[in-house]
């Protein structure tokens, strides 16, 4: 938005006459006994200053007597005065007044949208007026699948709506989905600054509990006794590789001694290393430079897949892949997104 300014309104009957019979996609009465007329854009919306002054401090300023010009007209519900609003997002605007209204109001189209309803609701005072409205949309989202600039918006969304399960949730969401250029980049004004510094915080204990999870996974990996002789391959007694049972002379050393595969803790704890490896889990310096979201529940499921000794699924090198996947698909639950309460000490919704 530019500014906004009250177009001067000492207007004759004939001339709010002409203003009433505008087209109806020009004039649309959200209060049929409304004493004020907003013109946003090519909206001419018949509105109750009574509504607004309760919602907004900024309308309570600007329908003071006298608070623009000398002489402006006061609210008349018989020849409502005409306000002119500069507003560069008039169909925002229009929704904070169809809310403010009681009408039925749909959600804001993207996240982008809802940036814009945050801004203008935070320049005029009437965020806890519409805080309930957007609680209930924002609910619907789908946290997960939103890029960084999306949660970085609905975070300033939730801030100034006071929202406090919304803002812990993306707060949390963030952390796991930021870099460290993308936190650098990032601006959180006027959010308080100190946010910034609390999520990067927020992000390392996400990071650390993930890696935690996968040392604890590799530790049970070689915990694990179990002894076992393979059925699908055996081992070349020269050059130690794998080859299936029916094979009778070495393709690698032409060598025709082999002996059983023994599936040990030790031949396990190998293997699954060597997946981490592939995966690109291990060594766990590789995770530091990637957000958390880039490997959290990133990696195929290992349901089914081939194990030297043809035990597969039964295998415990198969079981450790998938206790491994199942604890990075929730590593949310372990770490608390931010507090609302840390950064707006105000008198909060308890519905939010």
Same mark, same amino acid.
């Given at each position: 938005?530019?500014?906004?300014? #009250? &177009?001067? *309104?000492?207007?004759?009957?004939?001339?709010?006459? $002409?203003?009433?019979? &505008?087209?109806?996609?020009?004039?649309?009465? =959200?209060?049929?006994?409304?004493?004020?007329?907003?013109? !946003?854009?090519?909206?001419?919306?018949?509105?109750?200053?009574?509504?607004?002054? =309760? $919602?907004?401090?900024?309308?309570?300023?600007?329908?003071? $007597?006298? *608070?623009?010009?000398?002489?402006?007209?006061?609210?008349?519900?018989?020849?409502? +005065?005409?306000?002119?609003?500069?507003? %560069?997002? +008039?169909?925002?605007?229009?929704?904070?007044?169809? !809310?403010?209204?009681?009408?039925?109001?749909?959600?804001?189209?993207?996240?982008?949208?809802?940036?814009?309803?945050?801004?203008?609701?935070?320049?005029?005072?009437?965020?806890?007026?519409?805080?309930?409205?957007?609680?209930?949309?924002?609910?619907?989202?789908?946290?997960?699948?939103?890029? /960084? %600039?999306?949660?970085?918006?609905?975070?300033? /969304?939730?801030?100034?709506?006071?929202?406090?399960?919304?803002?812990?949730? !993306?707060?949390?969401?963030?952390? #796991?989905?930021?870099?460290?250029?993308?936190?650098?980049?990032?601006? !959180?004004? @006027?959010?308080?600054?100190?946010?910034?510094? %609390?999520?990067?915080?927020?992000?390392?204990? /996400?990071?650390?509990?993930?890696?935690?999870?996968?040392?604890?996974?590799?530790?049970?990996?070689?915990?694990?006794? &179990?002894?076992?002789?393979?059925?699908?391959?055996?081992?070349?007694?020269?050059?130690?590789?794998?080859? @299936?049972?029916?094979?009778?002379?070495?393709?690698?050393?032409?060598?025709?001694?082999?002996?059983?595969?023994?599936?040990?803790?030790?031949?396990?704890?190998? =293997?699954?290393? &060597?997946?981490?490896?592939?995966?690109?889990?291990?060594?766990?310096?590789?995770?530091?430079?990637?957000?958390?979201?880039?490997?959290?529940?990133?990696? @195929?499921?290992?349901?089914?897949?081939?194990?030297?000794?043809?035990?597969?699924?039964?295998?415990?090198?198969?079981? *450790?892949?998938?206790?491994?996947? *199942?604890?990075?698909?929730?590593?949310?639950?372990?770490?608390?997104?931010?507090?609302?309460?840390?950064? %707006?000490?105000?008198?909060?919704?308890?519905?939010?």
């Amino acid at each position: 938005m530019d500014h906004i300014q #009250e &177009e001067h *309104a000492d207007k004759d009957e004939s001339s709010c006459c $002409s203003l009433m019979e &505008e087209p109806a996609d020009e004039m649309e009465a =959200l209060d049929p006994k409304g004493d004020v007329v907003l013109v !946003v854009g090519r909206r001419h919306l018949l509105v109750s200053s009574r509504v607004l002054e =309760l $919602s907004c401090p900024f309308f309570r300023k600007m329908l003071q $007597s006298n *608070a623009f010009m000398e002489g402006a007209n006061q609210p008349n519900a018989e020849r409502p +005065p005409i306000k002119q609003l500069q507003e %560069d997002h +008039p169909d925002i605007f229009y929704l904070i007044c169809v !809310v403010l209204h009681y009408r039925p109001a749909h959600p804001p189209d993207s996240i982008d949208d809802y940036r814009t309803l945050a801004d203008l609701c935070n320049f005029y005072g009437c965020s806890r007026a519409l805080s309930f409205h957007v609680r209930a949309w924002t609910d619907a989202l789908e946290l997960s699948s939103l890029t /960084v %600039d999306a949660l970085q918006s609905l975070l300033w /969304v939730a801030f100034v709506f006071h929202l406090r399960n919304l803002f812990q949730r !993306v707060s949390l969401y963030l952390a #796991e989905t930021l870099t460290t250029g993308t936190w650098k980049l990032w601006d !959180v004004h @006027p959010m308080p600054a100190r946010l910034k510094d %609390d999520v990067k915080e927020l992000c390392e204990n /996400v990071k650390n509990t993930v890696q935690q999870r996968i040392e604890r996974m590799i530790d049970d990996a070689g915990a694990n006794t &179990e002894r076992h002789v393979g059925k699908r391959d055996k081992i070349c007694s020269q050059c130690f590789s794998n080859k @299936p049972l029916e094979t009778k002379k070495c393709g690698y050393c032409g060598s025709n001694d082999f002996r059983d595969y023994l599936c040990t803790k030790e031949a396990r704890l190998s =293997l699954f290393k &060597e997946w981490l490896q592939s995966q690109g889990y291990w060594p766990l310096s590789r995770l530091n430079g990637r957000s958390c979201r880039s490997f959290l529940g990133s990696m @195929p499921s290992p349901a089914g897949t081939r194990t030297p000794c043809g035990f597969d699924d039964s295998c415990p090198l198969a079981g *450790a892949k998938e206790r491994l996947i *199942a604890s990075l698909r929730i590593s949310h639950s372990d770490c608390m997104g931010l507090e609302l309460e840390d950064y %707006d000490p105000g008198d909060l919704p308890e519905m939010s």
